[in-house]
């Protein structure tokens, strides 16, 4: 067979490969494999003499050397082909001129033993039978050489939310970085990220009681800082409304006025820290706190404060799939009333393993404490009428991974909330499917 007619017979190839859309990334012909193209070497197209060849081969060139010198490169592979909307299909994401666009999907079975179970976040299980945990639409591209959009819009039985939706400068002097519009503030560890995100399948209750079931986010605007410091080291503060569903449990909540001075505003300050301990081993640990007014009088604050930790080992040699990370957060809030301070302590540790590519389990620890009043007695708390003792409560899941697309997970769990006679149970099976291009999470 001639050159020509070996670089004919890879350029069919190619081009065969290219027009199948929507060929999975993780469907790849294993290496034992051997393909039609590789047992056996393409015939020669019927029809075409070796002068038509070589008149082909001609003509590519002529093409190749007019575009040089036009100062354009001719593409050395055909582009993806696109939809009659103009969408262009890849093997992993839809992309419409670098619109990455993903869709995650979480659904769960559900049995509690109690009927009135005590789930604090937004996106729980919260009733026996199945539950629509949540339908998100991520989306994200860069809008030019100096910002970054992303936004994630939540689908549910009961409507459409916008979880966020904000621009991020990516060209800023002095390693700053600043961020506006709605988001989740990065206080701790669990607040900024999404239910596709967590080691559970439901939100530590310690969130949901400080900061309500869709976690801490409102209206604002973001600054961040990479210090020079020989380990790395980075500051942030953010000014965001205090008024919302996203505040109600420790700030203004809904409805609750307007903006008539800089007191009316949440402040939230967050320093986060990364030492690699070794190859093998990480740690992160990280200082939050926030302020902001509250609905119960004239100039009532509440100040949360938090510290949490993570330290992952993931042994880089012998291509091991194990990870175990221990993860923590302690959350203290102290909230002003009409002639008193009321104070909660609340948080959670847990310990995951994936012991191999596909499997992992995790274990979880939660607990939370009563308000006391500043001479420390129980108080009434307006907030949470019943939680009159300490509630602690124990977790334990595995999970499977088919593909890096789908999750399936499994989850057990005892609810002690000391003011009620019996122990809750709940069991839960929850899926996860997710399609299009969602990005690397931080760590």
């Known amino acids: 067979m001639s050159p020509t007619s070996c670089r004919l017979a890879g350029l069919a190839v190619c081009l065969s490969f290219c027009l199948s859309p929507f060929t999975s990334a993780s469907a790849q012909t294993p290496p034992d494999t051997a393909t039609p193209a590789q047992e056996q070497e393409p015939a020669q197209e019927p029809g075409l003499s070796p002068e038509d060849l070589k008149d082909i081969e001609e003509a590519l060139g002529q093409d190749a050397a007019a575009a040089t010198q036009a100062g354009t490169q001719p593409p050395a592979t055909p582009p993806p082909p696109a939809s009659s909307s103009g969408v262009t299909l890849s093997p992993s994401n839809l992309d419409f001129h670098g619109l990455n666009i993903a869709f995650i999907l979480d659904v769960a079975a559900a049995a509690f033993t109690s009927k009135e179970p005590l789930q604090t976040g937004g996106h729980d299980p919260s009733v ?82 400080v900061f309500g079931g869709e976690g801490n986010r409102g209206l604002g605007v973001e ?74 009088g004239y100039r009532n604050r509440t100040d949360v404060f938090g510290t949490d930790v993570y330290l992952k080992y993931r042994p880089l040699s012998g291509n091991s799939f194990t990870t175990v990370a221990l993860q923590a957060e302690l959350l203290y809030r102290r909230r002003q009333v009409p002639e008193d301070v009321l104070s909660d302590l609340n948080g959670y540790a847990q310990l995951s393993w994936r012991f191999d590519q596909r499997w992992a389990v995790a274990g979880r620890y939660e607990l939370g404490t009563p308000a006391y009043r500043r001479n420390g007695g129980l108080a009434d708390d307006p907030l949470d009428a019943e939680w009159s003792d300490n509630r602690q409560r124990l977790s334990a899941n595995v999970t ?5 697309f789908s999750r399936l997970r499994l989850q057990g769990a005892t609810d002690l909330a000391g003011w009620r006679e ?20 931080a760590f």
Not at 284 to 295: E, I, T, V
Not at 422 to 439: I, T
């Open 128 to 209: 026996n039978g199945f539950n629509l945990q949540q339908l998100e639409l991520s989306i994200n591209t860069a809008v030019d050489p100096y910002f970054r959009f992303d936004s994630n819009i939540v689908f549910s039985q009961f409507g459409v939310e916008i979880e966020e939706a904000y621009a991020t400068t990516t060209n800023l002097p002095g390693n700053l970085q600043v961020r506006a519009g709605q988001f989740l503030t990065r206080f701790g560890r669990i607040n900024p990220t999404h239910p596709h995100a967590w080691e559970f399948v439901d939100q530590p209750f310690a969130i949901g009681r």
């Open 223 to 296: 600054a961040s800082w990479l210090t020079p410091l020989p380990w790395y080291v980075e500051v942030l503060g953010s000014v965001t409304d205090a008024t919302g569903e996203s505040t109600a449990r420790s700030f203004l909540g809904a409805d609750l006025g307007g903006v008539t001075s800089p007191f009316d505003f949440q402040f939230t300050g967050m320093v986060k820290q990364f030492f690699p301990l070794s190859d093998d081993l990480s740690l992160l640990w990280g200082l939050s706190a926030a302020d902001g007014p509250n609905p119960t």
């Open 400 to 404: 499977f991974w088919p593909t890096e």
């Open 422 to 441: 019996r122990p809750d149970s709940s069991v839960f099976l929850a899926l996860e499917v997710v399609m299009g291009a969602h990005g690397a999470h």
